[in-house]
């Protein structure tokens, strides 16, 4: 059984995260017994006129407020963008960490240059040019992670009610940025070949009738997160030539890109937008985003852009109020373990060990889903998104799992009412057992009643879209009480 871009866009009402979970005005909170209660009328009066009008449209992410449930031994968390680190050599790490010491700890202490040190821009230099893209050190700036790289581009590009067009679903750590800088994102739905581009153009035609121009889009043209499909090379062409043709810039999120298992490697929109660029061997209308985090460690907290040049000043003078630079001391590391260790091998050996667990739990799948569900099946990259049949929601199931974690598919999606029967599942970070076991536990509480609303509540579950937006606070809040009380009985027991 192998289904390919399964994409739900059901509709549905605001709905319990996990056990010991909150949903409160869309956000997801975990109760771990330490918080405070909810603010009180009175608390919020205090403080709610010295807030920026921003501050209404932040929302909490997903694989953050997850990151929680790691913590705890009992939950098999399939939820987080995790690659194994437990695969790097303490050996290695310790070695490398005396040689920073030793040779640069001055360096390694003190501030380094906003655009990054050239120690490591020559390890990103070499790592582009594995996908085939040339760079040079004078194109990039290094940043504090590729999340970084998402809110530098707003900060520089996006006033409130901007248009940003996005993939759906979409990278859910990439939805509170947008929504903190008030963008407006049209999401435009995926098939087993990513974006389609002619709706695109259709979409672009009507905001352009609307004389509204979008800033950029938003696209991860490998083993796409959450979704795991990848665009096709005709669809890349046609994307890099609209872009040109109508001026648009486009982010290209890739941190997937050397991750792949199978099939051919396909060129980077950089490289396809760089070939004919009016600048020689540059890109003109492509934003790349890169990341040490899934090719070596996303403890470093180390990603990277190249983007034109005028962007790219832009990028750096928001780095400069955000934290000033880069970490001195991660940068020095990766120098050190490009220099001493082979960082291809490494890869490799990464490839080799998320194929097998990829095929694991592509294997539990078949197993425990079966025909109740349709799932993706990526070339790579750490992700499957799978799709359940019937009446189901997945947050509504995430809430019933008491020792399983999964990303809802709602945290895809900008108004958090579409992919309500969706789930985004990481086979990356975990032993094969583990995924195994974690698919069957899914796949048990799947049989059951999924009602959690109506039982917490005592009101039936919605799937219409509700415009009220009081009403849907409301709901949260009302969800939000059953599941201290709900999660405290849990503690008691």
């Known amino acids: 059984m192998a289904q390919l871009g399964i994409f739900a866009a059901a509709g549905g009402t605001l709905a319990p995260a996990a056990p010991g979970c909150a949903t409160?005005?869309?956000?997801?909170?975990?109760?771990?017994?330490?918080?405070r209660a909810r603010p009180t009328a009175h608390e919020l009066q205090r403080y709610e006129r010295l807030f920026a009008a921003r501050t209404s449209g932040m929302r909490s992410s997903a694989m953050r407020e997850m990151m929680a449930l790691t913590e705890r031994p009992d939950v098999i968390s399939l939820a987080g963008g995790l690659p194994d680190t437990s695969t790097f050599p303490p050996a290695l790490y310790a070695k490398l960490m005396a040689q920073v010491a030793a040779d640069s700890t001055a360096r390694?202490?003190?501030?380094?240059?906003?655009?990054?040190?050239?120690?490591?821009?020559?390890?990103?230099?070499?790592?582009?040019?594995?996908e085939g893209t040339a760079v040079g050190t004078g194109e990039m700036i290094v940043t504090t992670g590729g999340q970084q790289v998402i809110d530098l581009v707003c900060k520089a590009l996006i006033d409130p009610g901007d248009v940003i067009v996005a993939e759906a679903p979409t990278y859910p750590g990439a939805v509170p940025t947008f929504g903190a800088y008030q963008a407006d994102v049209v999401q435009i739905e995926m098939d087993a070949d990513g974006?389609?581009?002619?709706?695109?153009?259709?979409?672009?035609?009507?905001?352009?009738?609307?004389?509204?121009?979008?800033?950029?889009?938003?696209?991860?043209?490998?083993?796409?997160?959450?979704?795991?499909?990848?665009?096709?090379?005709?669809?890349?062409?046609?994307?890099v030539q609209i872009a040109r043709e109508r001026e648009l810039l486009v982010l290209e999120?890739?941190?997937?890109?050397?991750?792949?298992?199978?099939?051919?490697?396909?060129?980077?929109?950089?490289?396809?937008?760089?070939?004919?660029?009016?600048?020689?061997?540059?890109?003109?209308?492509?934003?790349?985003?890169?990341?040490?985090?899934?090719?070596?460690?996303?403890?470093?907290?180390?990603?990277?852009?190249?983007a034109p040049r005028?962007?790219?000043?832009?990028?750096?003078?928001?780095?400069?109020?955000?934290?000033?630079?880069?970490?001195?001391?991660?940068?020095?590391?990766?120098?050190?373990?490009?220099?001493?260790?082979?960082?291809?091998?490494?890869?490799?050996?990464?490839?080799?060990?998320?194929?097998?667990?990829?095929?694991?739990?592509?294997?539990?799948?078949?197993?425990?889903?079966?025909?109740?569900?349709?799932w993706t099946t990526p070339q790579?990259?750490?992700?499957?998104?799978?799709?359940?049949?019937?009446?189901?929601?997945?947050?509504?199931?995430?809430?019933?799992?008491?020792?399983?974690?999964?990303?809802?598919?709602?945290?895809?999606?900008?108004?958090?009412?579409?992919?309500?029967?969706?789930m985004r599942l990481n086979f990356a970070g975990l032993p094969e057992e583990a995924i195994r076991e974690g698919i069957r536990r899914i796949g048990e509480i799947m049989g059951g009643d999924t009602g959690l609303f109506g039982a917490l509540t005592g009101s039936p579950p919605s799937h219409a879209d509700a415009d009220d937006e009081g009403e849907r606070d409301a709901s949260a809040a009302a969800l939000a009480d059953a599941l201290r009380t709900d999660g405290r009985r849990r503690r008691g027991r």
Not at 24 to 35: F, L, P, Q, Y
Not at 205 to 232: A, C, H
Not at 349 to 363: A, F
């Open 108 to 130: 390694a202490l003190q501030y380094g240059p906003t655009e990054g040190m050239g120690a490591a821009m020559d390890c990103i230099v070499q790592v582009m040019a594995e």
């Open 380 to 422: 790579g990259g750490l992700f499957i998104w799978a799709t359940l049949h019937g009446d189901v929601d997945t947050t509504n199931l995430l809430a019933r799992a008491q020792d399983v974690a999964f990303v809802p598919g709602r945290a895809a999606y900008m108004d958090g009412r579409r992919g309500s029967s969706s």
């Open 24 to 35: 409160v005005a869309g956000a997801m909170t975990i109760d771990d017994g330490s918080r």
């Open 253 to 306: 999120d890739n941190p997937y890109g050397l991750l792949r298992y199978e099939g051919e490697a396909l060129p980077t929109l950089y490289s396809l937008d760089a070939a004919n660029a009016d600048r020689d061997g540059k890109s003109d209308f492509v934003i790349y985003l890169g990341t040490f985090s899934k090719i070596l460690s996303p403890g470093l907290r180390l990603g990277w852009a190249v």
């Open 310 to 374: 005028p962007v790219l000043e832009k990028l750096n003078l928001g780095k400069q109020g955000a934290d000033l630079c880069s970490s001195p001391v991660t940068q020095l590391f990766v120098a050190a373990y490009f220099r001493e260790h082979d960082w291809r091998g490494y890869l490799t050996e990464l490839k080799t060990l998320y194929s097998r667990r990829r095929d694991t739990m592509l294997g539990a799948l078949e197993e425990h889903f079966g025909d109740r569900a349709q």
């Open 195 to 239: 974006m389609p581009i002619d709706e695109l153009e259709a979409t672009l035609d009507r905001l352009q009738g609307e004389n509204r121009r979008p800033k950029f889009i938003y696209t991860i043209p490998n083993f796409q997160n959450p979704g795991g499909v990848t665009m096709s090379l005709e669809r890349r062409h046609r994307l």
